[in-house]
């Protein structure tokens, strides 16, 4: 027979015998109504259990006016249909030895046609599952149609599964059993695998240190423990609830509905972003989840992952207030300070030839830098931004009268980039003099800023020192390297330092690109 669907297969049979009882087996469930319009007695969605499969089978098969209407040729040769057979066929008497088989019987067992008749039928069955043939065969004794499921066991000692059928049937005044077997051992490798799945997921996701929750546009359809522990409710509760009227904060209902309704429509791809939600006690908690869209039960629905993230925003929280605070009070110092220094500064200027005012004037002098140094340390903590790296260093390069060479390069950065750029080509003039080159290059993901004199360079034992604070080999604060590498590390960027050809050094930043 050629290769044809179910439908076409069910009309085809239908055509041939009119009478035929055709039994459809579905895993669509917008395939059962095809199969109905073509005719098909039963549907039996996937999955099934042997015993609905088997009372289906009983049921049309105890018809005895459809085959009371069969008209069946007296030329037949029903001992060769029966041998051809894809399906076992067996018969065996009261003793329980087998009178015959088929050539499946044989095939599936291993044994020969003359190995099996003569066989106790009870000698093929598995140890385990004796008992029930047994029970199977004295109901088939007492004039019942049996349907039955048992393993049997191989020539080779193999163990396989078996759906059977057995009916007591009369042949030459003797009484004996006729019985039909198909051969199942695959789909119960596969039911037994799939139970095996469903077991290990639905531990998994059951002992899951996060939420986890299946949901529509109406009700929660399946929640696990974490879920009830986040909000408070029991899973009975939980899933009479509205996931989006009865549990997320008032101001982020329309967003999350939205997203949800876009997400089960198919509009959205799998993301990951945080809401608040009211907890049973009236709680305002944060939560981060990851949704996707799934069909579970037949219809689109949404699976999403879920933790509990309020420590991390109140957390934020906390430490933006203090952060500005912080700022705030950095800045009233500086302020106050360097405002108190200015005439204090005039003042020492005026007495140049007193060796304390000298002294006096210094200490100002340095207390004004660290003023500096702080306002500039303030700086790396700003919100990043797309910046211009090459437009920046070109500008800088032209202020200090040195060379600049480079392409269009975008970092995500912010205002310290400025003072980076500007604390490594000082530092360069100061030890380098005027043969200062400023480059600015670009890698896969990084943006490079690299500054280079011919001055006496860096000794190897010096390359991680010049990064420290207060570390200083020409009486400065010992504070503009501290501070370029602090602020590159607050850019997520990186710096080092290397010799020049064929004297001098290099300073390289790579940075991220926006």
């Known amino acids: 027979m050629p290769v044809m669907d179910g439908i076409e297969a069910t009309k085809r049979i239908l055509e041939i015998n009119p009478k035929a009882v055709v039994i459809g087996i579905t895993g669509h469930c917008n395939r059962a109504k095809d199969l109905q319009l073509a005719q098909a007695k039963e549907v039996l969605p996937k999955p099934f259990s042997t015993k609905e499969l088997l009372l289906i089978i009983e049921k049309h098969t105890k018809n005895e006016k459809y085959f009371a209407e069969v008209q069946v040729p007296k030329n037949l040769d029903f001992a ?23 050539d499946i019987v044989s095939a599936f067992t291993g044994y020969s046609k003359d190995e099996l008749v003569g066989m106790n039928v009870f000698n093929l069955v598995y140890e ?27 020539k080779e000692a193999k163990i396989r599964w078996a759906w059977g059928f057995n009916k007591l049937i009369e042949l030459y005044g003797r009484r004996y059993f006729l019985g039909y077997w198909i051969d199942v051992t695959r789909q119960k490798k596969l039911e037994e695998k799939l139970r095996e799945n469903e077991e290990f997921f639905k531990n998994l996701i059951e002992d899951s240190l996060a939420a986890v929750y299946i949901a529509n546009e109406s009700r929660f359809l399946y929640v696990n423990r974490v879920t009830e522990e986040i909000t408070g409710y029991k899973r009975e509760e939980l899933l009479s609830l509205h996931p989006i009227q009865d549990l997320v904060h008032p101001e982020d209902r329309a967003m999350v509905g939205r997203r ?59 430490l933006k207030a203090r952060q500005d605070y912080l700022k705030l009070l950095n800045r009233i110092l500086r302020h106050d300070v360097a405002n108190a220094l200015t005439p204090v500064v005039f003042a020492l200027e005026e007495f140049q ?4 005012a000298k002294v006096a004037l210094s200490k100002a002098e340095y ?53 980076i750029a500007q604390n490594l080509v000082e530092n360069a003039v100061k030890y380098g003099g005027r043969e200062v080159k400023v480059e600015v290059r670009k890698s ?34 010992g504070m503009g390297l501290f501070i370029v590498k602090t602020l590159t590390e607050f850019l997520g960027g990186k710096v080092k330092v290397y010799d020049n050809v064929p004297n001098g050094a290099v300073f390289e930043v790579t940075l991220p690109l926006a």
């Open 80 to 102: 060769k249909i029966l041998d051809d057979a894809l399906v076992g066929c067996y018969i065996f008497d009261e003793d329980w030895k087998i009178v015959y088989v088929n």
């Open 128 to 154: 385990e599952d004796i008992q029930k043939a047994k029970e199977a065969m004295n109901r088939s004794n007492l004039g019942k149609n049996v349907f039955y499921e048992v393993r049997y066991r191989t």
């Open 260 to 318: 949800l309704k876009e997400r089960i429509a198919g509009l959205r791809l799998p993301e990951i972003y945080s809401f608040r939600i009211l907890t049973k006690s009236g709680r305002v908690k944060w939560v981060t989840a990851r949704n996707s869209k799934i069909i579970y039960q037949g219809q689109p629905a949404v699976c999403a992952t879920v933790i509990d993230s309020t420590d991390v925003y109140e957390l934020a929280e906390k």
């Open 353 to 356: 030839e007193n060796d304390l």
């Open 367 to 419: 207390i004004a830098n660290l003023i500096k140094i702080l306002r500039d340390l303030e700086s790396g903590i700003e919100d990043l931004k797309p910046v211009r790296l090459d437009e920046l260093a070109r500008k800088i390069a032209e202020s200090f009268g040195v060379s600049f060479n480079g392409e269009e390069v975008v970092v995500m950065a912010n205002e310290s980039i400025s003072i």
């Open 444 to 477: 896969e993901k990084w943006g490079i800023l690299r500054v280079s004199d011919k001055g006496r360079g860096v000794p190897d034992e010096l390359k991680e020192k010049i990064f420290e604070p207060g570390f200083s080999t020409g009486g400065g604060t």
